[in-house]
């Protein structure tokens, strides 16, 4: 919960000092409700902001308004109270995983995605992220790529989730040796051999582009070494 203050939406409500504090807010349907719950080691404050005739909050100061009032209330409160932090109580570990996934992190694979979360002790997750798959990818669908598909690279994919939410299952691309056999096929084939040749050409133009002005910067380098070098006073100072 402290992590929801100092990370999430609830970093409005921080009042400065050293005095942790952990909250979350809650609203109803349309915003016709919205509450703050917030505590520190020293007091525990909930705000609700409404309308009595039910009608929704519509500007971004209304639907803050909870959090306004915690704040005001709050830091006032606290003025002059020692620095005070959140004591984590026993059977609590922390452990870092994926945070698309919620599982653990694939080395190399997830890494943009770690986040250390809290647990209860032995509830830490023990599969390993089915959300990153890493491996060989078709380019041509973007799938997982077949053993015998011949636009295969190595990358990272993301699989996206089932309809229901739940982890979806990794897709490979089609080509198989069938495939590439079955003359129903053939315009398929040949949209993504067209597609991939112009993805080759723009890898091979960018690789052009960055070479030249590797090499622009390099006697631009070198011509500031002369001129700095060379004791003569640049005439111009352009
Ligand atoms: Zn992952
Ligand atoms: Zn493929």
């Known amino acids: 919960?402290?992590?929801v203050v100092t990370k999430g939406t609830g970093g409005s409500v921080n009042f400065g000092g050293d005095v942790a504090i952990a909250g979350k807010t809650?609203?109803?349907?349309?915003y016709k409700d919205v509450w703050f719950a917030g505590y520190s080691p020293y007091y525990t404050a909930t705000t609700w902001t409404g309308y009595d005739n039910n009608v929704s909050m519509e500007t971004s100061a209304e639907k803050n308004l909870s959090k306004t009032m915690w704040k005001?209330?709050?830091?006032?409160?606290?003025?002059?109270?020692?620095?005070?932090?959140?004591?984590?109580p026993s059977g609590i570990v922390t452990a870092t995983v994926c945070s698309k996934s919620g599982k653990l992190p694939i080395a190399g694979v997830c890494d943009a995605y770690l986040n250390t979360e809290?647990?209860?002790?032995?509830?830490?997750?023990?599969?390993?992220?089915?959300?990153?798959?890493?491996g060989m990818v078709c380019s041509a669908t973007g799938l997982a790529a077949t053993t015998t598909c011949p636009y295969q690279v190595p990358g990272v994919i993301e699989i996206a989730p089932s309809d229901d939410g739940s982890?979806?299952?990794?897709?490979y691309c089609p080509h198989t040796p069938d495939y590439?056999?079955?003359?129903a096929n053939a315009a398929s084939i040949q949209a993504a051999q067209q597609a991939i040749a112009q993805q080759q050409a723009a890898a091979a133009q960018a690789a052009q582009q960055q070479a030249a002005q590797q090499a622009q910067q390099q006697i631009d380098a070198q011509a500031d070494a002369e001129e700095a070098g060379g004791g003569e006073a640049p005439e111009d100072d352009e």
Request: proline share 8%; hydrophobic share 35%; net charge negative.
């Open 1 to 3: 919960m402290v992590d």
């Open 26 to 30: 809650g609203t109803t349907s349309d």
């Open 72 to 88: 005001a209330v709050m830091s006032r409160i606290h003025e002059g109270l020692p620095a005070a932090s959140f004591t984590k």
């Open 118 to 134: 809290y647990f209860a002790e032995g509830t830490v997750p023990t599969e390993t992220c089915d959300v990153h798959f890493s």
């Open 167 to 171: 982890p979806g299952a990794t897709k």
């Open 180 to 183: 590439f056999t079955n003359p």
